[in-house]
Nanobody, 126 residues
Framework: VQLQASGGGLLQAGTSLRLSCAASTRTFSDYVMGWFRQAPGKEREFVTSINRGGSNTVYADSVKGRFTISRDNGKNTVYLQVNDLKPDDTAVYYC????????????????????WGPGTLVTVSS
């Protein structure tokens, strides 16, 4: 599975953006999808995950209320809506995928994911 994230860029604090991640697979609905981010000088951290059907989501405490993950299985795409951007959101954002038989599963650890995209840079200026 190849993943390609897009939608990053240079934005001002307080604005919003939507990241997209397109997957090259005919069985996208078999995959749990996740977003991670890595800020300059920091380790990669979990942001959010969504189950196969899109009915179950989990978020890192640091992003609850501002970030929303969603998916369109018909378009093989997962999205990350980010509202009220903050300078601390500056990072490379990665999407990740893992096939699973568990319909409601989500995963919050990078080690649980098998496929990763190259990342998209989001820079938030104050």
């Amino acid at each position: 599975v190849q993943l390609q994230a897009s939608g990053g860029g240079l934005l001002q604090a307080g604005t919003s953006l939507r990241l997209s991640c397109a997957a090259s697979t005919r069985t996208f609905s078999d995959y749990v999808m996740g977003w991670f981010r890595q800020a300059p000088g920091k380790e990669r951290e979990f942001v959010t995950s969504i189950n196969r059907g899109g009915s179950n989501t989990v978020y890192a405490d640091s992003v609850k209320g501002r970030f929303t993950i969603s998916r369109d299985n018909g378009k093989n795409t997962v999205y990350l809506q980010v509202n009220d951007l903050k300078p601390d959101d500056t990072a490379v954002y990665y999407c990740a995928a893992r096939a699973t038989a568990y319909v409601r599963a989500t995963y919050n650890s990078a080690e649980n994911y098998d496929y990763w995209g190259p990342g998209t840079l989001v820079t938030v200026s104050s």
